[in-house]
């Protein structure tokens, strides 16, 4: 079955412990990317990546890293978590590289930072 | 800034009612995307419109593209309790086709 499999699902933390939020597609897709959604602010895009080793800042990247070694794996490493990143995350991939088609999402991470 | 915006924000309904969604910008969009997010769920594609004027349908749902490529709408006939969700729109930039723009969405509850 044709998914994005994101890990954790759910996850309580507490500021400054760092924490990495894993996301694996399994349809062989250029185009990786991370998103955070918040009430009244939508989807905000972090990082994207259109290849291995090829990754681009979005909208908000602050305070989060990203890396692309591999094309199925794209992991979010938050380096020194804050209460502003309590939020909703989701994974996506997409076939196309250089305009993103139909992005496929996974089930989302659902972060807090106490 | 490009900004997508999306009305109403918030829409409840009876089982078997019609209703319509915006999605409005003064930017032109080279396609734009139309997904639905179900509670506890990721979004999920229902469709793509690509040429200004193009109407697009899937069972009960009618999408179509502004002529100018500026907006779209989604018209739902005989609103089902299987259609409640957050309704999503997306804009691909006709200048930068890396990002999309995505509207705050429109949540529609549709009651028995």
């Known amino acids: 079955e044709a998914q994005v499999t994101q890990n954790p699902r759910y996850l309580i933390t507490v500021t400054g412990k760092k924490l990495t939020v894993t996301c694996s597609q399994n349809?062989?897709?250029?185009?990786m990317s991370w998103y955070r959604q918040d009430p009244g602010l939508g989807l905000r895009q972090i990082y994207y990546?259109?290849?291995?080793?090829?990754?681009d800042k979005g909208d908000v990247p602050e305070g989060y890293k990203v890396s692309r070694k591999e094309k199925r794996n794209f992991p979010l490493i938050l380096e020194s978590p804050s209460p502003n990143q309590t939020s909703l995350y989701f994974c996506?991939?997409?076939?196309?590289?250089?305009?993103?088609?139909?992005?496929?999402f996974g089930e989302g991470s659902r972060l807090t930072v106490l | 800034t490009q900004l997508l915006e999306q009305s109403p924000q918030f829409l409840s309904i009876q089982e078997g009612e019609n209703l319509t969604v915006y999605c409005n910008s003064s930017?032109?969009?080279?396609?734009l995307q139309w997904y639905r997010q179900e509670p506890g769920e990721g979004p999920v594609l229902l469709v793509t419109?690509?040429?200004g004027g193009e109407v697009k349908k899937l069972k009960r749902l009618t999408f179509q593209f502004g002529d100018a490529r500026k907006d779209s709408s989604l018209h739902i006939t005989a609103a089902q309790p299987g259609d409640t969700g957050l309704y999503l729109c997306?804009?691909?930039?006709?200048?930068?086709?890396?990002?999309?723009?995505w509207g705050l969405g429109t949540s529609l509850a549709v009651n028995p």
């Open positions: 996506a991939s997409s076939r196309k590289r250089e305009a993103p088609g139909e992005l496929f």
């Open positions: 349809m062989n897709h250029e185009y």
């Open positions: 990546s259109m290849n291995v080793e090829v990754t």
């Open positions: 930017s032109v969009f080279s396609s």
């Open positions: 419109v690509v040429t």
């Open positions: 997306a804009g691909l930039n006709a200048g930068n086709n890396r990002k999309l723009i």
